[in-house]
């Protein structure tokens, strides 16, 4: 309640001194006439919530390869956008409104853009920034997002969010302004040569060929348990992996997805299979760049899949698989649960789903 109480005066203060400023400085809404350096704010705590603005950076150094790109982050972007090309500067924010705020005041920027949806935070952070033109989303639907930051918002270029539809193209909507939206709504991930080193010797060290071998991730966790496939039927898809295709098992995940982990390694009894929980994300990275297929859960690691072109079956329970996930190909499939309770989904769905993958494999 004490928590709520201060965000709320928090973004009122926010609020009030954005007011204030733009008696002074006007709206955020005038379109430079050039684009020297772009702004991104995206503050996140899942691997996957950072996945999904790739496309726009990969946007924006296309249509303006010489043009300096500061993304603001927060949660693991550091992990997750480490060694992308694409990123001239990472500040890393945490609870420092007012040091950002100074930094970015000296740079000047031309545009930026607020990839969080409804955050009075990061709005008021690029507006008293002194962004010359700022793009944020507003809601398609009435009723949607605080008083405080619709209001906000009109001080800036707003473009339209949606739910039940693929939601990297709307953020690639953000760039309109400086006409950088290129369509290309494809994730980009990057690992170092250290971490594909690394990986290469696990393989060696379990007499893995990754060139011949049929290496499979199996992401048995996810953010909620609502999320979690039992582990039980995860445990029967690996052994029919195993047995019928002489696949290679790995479990990827971190954090509290040992539990789902430790309960999966159970249920495979004498099963061969690496335990990768709690892999620097460096080298999940890596490890998923190398893999051959990835089974698992709505979580990170299948847009992490997604960002490397590996194979993947996603398993949907309570969430709205077209707004993250691909439209289903002959290599990328979702098994949903129609009733959106992951527990209903039964292994012969899946299996279904995974023969269309194996057969467009070759496998």
Same mark, same amino acid.
């Given at each position: ?39 991104f ?96 989303? *507003?809601?398609?639907?009435? !009723? ?6 619709? @209001?906000?918002?009109? #001080?800036?270029?707003? +473009?339209? $969010? ?10 690639l ?33 379990k ?17 909620t ?15 029919y ?22 309960? *999966?390694?159970?249920?495979? !009894? ?6 990768? @929980?709690?892999?620097? #994300?460096?080298?999940? +990275?890596? $490890? ?10 709505d ?9 490397f072109?590996?194979?993947n ?51």
């Amino acid at each position: 309640m004490i928590n709520k109480l201060v965000v709320k005066f928090k973004n009122l203060l926010l609020f009030g001194l954005c007011l204030v400023y733009w008696i002074f400085r006007g709206s955020a809404k005038k379109t430079p006439a050039e684009v020297k350096k772009v702004l991104f704010f995206r503050s996140k705590p899942h691997v996957g919530d950072m996945v999904y603005v790739t496309p726009l950076f990969r946007a924006v150094k296309q249509t303006y390869p010489e043009a300096k790109l500061t993304l603001v982050g927060g949660g693991r972007v550091g992990e997750v956008m480490a060694f992308n090309p694409d990123i001239d500067e990472l500040i890393f924010y945490q609870d420092n409104f007012f040091t950002i705020l100074r930094r970015l005041r000296h740079e000047r920027f031309d545009f930026a853009c607020l990839a969080n949806l409804g955050s009075i935070e990061g709005l008021a952070l690029l507006y008293l920034s002194g962004v010359r033109c700022i793009s944020v989303f *507003t809601w398609v639907e009435a !009723g949607q997002g605080s008083w405080l930051y619709n @209001l906000l918002k009109r #001080l800036v270029v707003t +473009k339209p $969010f949606q739910s039940g539809v693929y939601v990297p193209p709307l953020y690639l909507a953000l760039l309109d302004p400086i006409k950088a939206n290129t369509g290309d709504a494809h994730f980009r991930l990057y690992y170092s040569t250290e971490a594909k080193t690394k990986i290469l010797q696990l393989f060696t060290e379990k007499n893995i060929d990754p060139q011949k071998d049929f290496i499979v991730g199996m992401a048995v966790g996810g953010s909620t348990p609502e999320r979690w496939w039992p582990a039980e039927r995860f445990a029967r898809l690996g052994k029919y992996l195993y047995e019928k295709h002489n696949a290679r098992l790995f479990l990827i995940g971190a954090g509290k997805d040992e539990e789902s982990i430790s309960e *999966t390694l159970r249920c495979l !009894g004498n099963t061969p299979v690496v335990n990768l @929980l709690n892999q620097p #994300l460096d080298e999940f +990275k890596a $490890f998923i760049a190398h893999s051959k297929l990835i089974v698992g859960n709505d979580s990170g690691p299948m847009v992490t899949a997604d960002a490397f072109d590996i194979p993947n079956l996603v398993l949907v329970g309570p969430t709205d698989e077209r707004e993250y996930h691909r439209p289903p190909g002959s290599l990328n499939r979702i098994a949903k649960a129609e009733d959106k309770k992951i527990n209903s989904l039964t292994i012969e769905v899946v299996q279904k789903e995974l023969t269309v993958i194996l057969s467009a494999l070759g496998i």
